[in-house]
């Protein structure tokens, strides 16, 4: 079967078309880039270099109901992820897709996490390859990943000048072709080893790399090290760099109650960064300061799920080196590790 | 697969008073409201659960009956932040929620042919409680018991009914504790490590199981150590915020271990290769 493309031209076509399901894009707000849900085309804003937040609440929402209660009551209401509806992300980065894929390893782990997979199921991801790299800070080739990269993605995007190379990578992704049938032409013969060409250009215009090579496993002998309370010192605990972080799946559950007595139990993002999240209802906290909270991080990501799942939990977006307000940087810490 | 996040009612069968004052410790007998859960519901010594009320929260506790005791569930819990004090408003014919069982057991059938010695502290003897429980009613499988508990006062020490009772029938050999002298008290007075070398429980053929503050675990670990037991003759458990209660939301990890999912219950070898066990 050829290979298809989408004329620049008809991405509207397209947009609308898609936007008979849950349709997630790309768009302006503001002064930065984010994901949301767009009912008009016009909205989607596909010349973008990456988002500022990443999509994974589209998968791990930022709150979201588990259930609903009525204080006194026996009956437990649990949410429906169905009633969402099948979604599309359009547009988003293949590091982007690829921390999906290893964020999926966790909530599939041993207890399923029926909300997350659920959604995921009814999650297509189109992906866009990046044929520039989108920011000074991207480290992805390092991490497995490419601009170009694949991985958790059902259709990859190339933008080829006039026309994006579409190509369908699983199932989903080819039925989302035929969803496009009206809108998708024949992309010329040569277009897949053109775009292998120009993954090939974009990946040596990565400028930041790091080997990771004896980190997971060099990680815990540096328990003690005085690289921790340098690393951590100018940290202000704001928790960007992991609630910004594609990887980063941590939460915090709450219950919330109407002064009628609804209720309903939520999950929310939250972050190893702050005191609240190891403390105990003693007073005793496991990670009283900034420095174990800081090494804490580096080792889940770098150490502790690679240990546990066989992939580090960093795709190299560069998202907490560029939007950390005091410039800590990860591949500065990481190069530190590698040279204590 | 049942959603693992939606707990399941109990209702309160009895309900008393462990230890008294602001962190006072009550235990909860309880039974699901809906008994079929009984039909599916399995759990082993050590194991866990979250315990809470929709509106409030919810907190894990070890389940301090063991799955020989039949019908009922136990906890036994200590006041001390929101969820534990609306717990304790509860009385018997109310009801709370339960989500488990979590997290992994003591390996009870590893051990069946030795001598077990428990060392319990306060609120630590919670975990101890069904492994005794589960040791006596398998008494043929096992050699000696012996435990060792203590508490800050006479009035701190948890299950005394129980263990007068195991004194007077034998199955077990008790040795108890309170860290500062009392009128009229006939046991060791000081704490709960120096007890252990009191009693020198001999190291051969026997597991060693620990529960309590973590200043006692530390030094109770070390004085086993100079008893002549090796790390893997030696258990405890872990107990750390949690949220999830498996192994999804983050914040309970001692290095790259959950304690809600691989444990609460990890060996002293185990816990020796991991900095962060014991902060």
């Known amino acids: 079967m050829a290979v298809k493309k989408l004329s620049k031209e008809k991405v509207g076509d397209a947009l609308s078309e898609l936007s008979k399901f849950r349709l997630i894009a790309p768009a302006k707000s503001d002064e930065v880039v984010v994901f949301k849900q767009i009912s008009d085309p016009a909205e989607a804003f596909l010349d973008y270099g990456n988002s500022t937040v990443p999509p994974k609440k589209f998968a791990f929402p930022q709150t979201e109901t588990l259930f609903r209660f009525m204080r006194g009551s026996s009956e437990l209401t649990e949410k429906n992820v169905e009633e969402e509806g099948t979604t599309v992300i359009f547009g988003l980065r293949p590091c982007d897709a690829r921390a999906m894929a290893i964020v999926d390893k966790l909530f599939a782990w041993d207890y399923e996490d029926p909300y997350y997979l659920k959604r995921r199921e009814l999650t297509t991801l189109v992906g866009m390859a990046c044929v520039e790299p989108p920011s000074v800070n991207c480290f992805c080739t390092s991490l497995g990943g490419s601009p170009f990269g694949s991985e958790g993605l059902d259709v990859l995007l190339t933008d080829m000048g006039d026309y994006y190379l579409v190509q369908a990578l699983t199932d989903k992704g080819k039925k989302l072709e035929e969803t496009l049938s009206s809108q998708l032409g024949e992309a010329p013969a040569d277009d897949e080893k053109k775009a292998e060409g120009m993954a090939k250009e974009a990946e040596g215009k990565i400028r930041r790399s790091i080997n990771t090579e004896g980190i997971p496993e060099k990680l815990p002998t540096l328990w003690d090290s005085e690289l921790w309370k340098k690393v951590s010192a100018a940290c202000l605990g704001c928790g960007i760099c992991t609630f910004l972080c594609p990887t980063c799946h941590c939460f915090d559950i709450q219950d919330e109650t109407e002064e009628t007595g609804e209720g309903r139990r939520c999950r929310m993002w939250d972050s190893c960064m702050f005191r609240e999240y190891t403390l105990h209802a003693s007073g005793h906290n496991p990670r009283p300061t900034r420095k174990e909270r800081t090494r804490n991080r580096v080792n889940h990501k770098y150490s502790y799920y690679p240990n546990r799942f066989e992939v580090i939990a960093c795709v190299g977006c560069g998202r907490c080196i560029n939007l950390c307000p005091v410039n800590i940087d990860i591949l500065d810490i990481l190069n530190q590790v590698v040279d204590a | ?279």
Request: hydrophobic share 35%; net charge negative.
């Open chain 2, 1 to 279: 697969m049942k959603n693992p996040y939606i707990p399941y009612e109990v209702k309160i069968l009895d309900t008393w008073y462990e230890a008294p004052g602001d962190r006072c410790i009550k235990t909860f007998k309880v039974s699901f409201t809906d008994e079929k859960v009984w039909d599916t519901w399995s759990h082993l010594p050590g194991q866990c659960a979250m315990v809470g009320i929709p509106g409030v929260g919810e907190s894990m506790f070890c389940i301090s009956s063991s799955p020989t005791e039949k019908g009922y569930l136990r906890f036994s819990i200590m006041k001390a932040g929101k969820n534990t004090s609306a717990l304790h408003e509860l009385e018997a014919g109310d009801t709370f929620f339960v989500r488990g069982p979590l997290g992994n057991n003591f390996p009870l059938e590893e051990w069946k042919g030795k001598n077990v010695v428990t060392i319990g502290g306060g609120i630590g003897q919670a975990p101890l409680r069904p492994v005794i429980q589960w040791i006596r009613d398998n008494r043929a499988d096992y050699g000696e018991l012996q435990l060792v508990y203590g508490a800050r006062t006479s009035a701190d020490h948890c299950f005394k009914d129980e263990f007068e009772e195991l004194m007077e029938c034998g199955d077990a050999e008790c040795h108890l504790s309170i860290d500062v002298e009392e009128e009229e008290w006939p046991h060791f007075v000081g704490f709960v490590p120096q007890l252990l070398l009191e009693v020198a429980p001999s190291p051969d053929n026997t597991i060693a199981v620990t529960c309590g503050p973590p200043i006692m675990i530390k030094f109770v670990l070390q004085n086993l150590e100079k008893l002549g037991f090796t790390p893997d003759q030696v258990y405890t458990t872990l107990e750390n915020r949690m949220k999830c209660g498996i192994g999804k939301c983050g914040r309970c990890n001692v290095g790259h271990l959950y304690v809600c999912k691989d444990g609460p219950v990890f060996s002293y070898a185990q816990l020796k290769e991991i900095p962060e066990a014991f902060a």
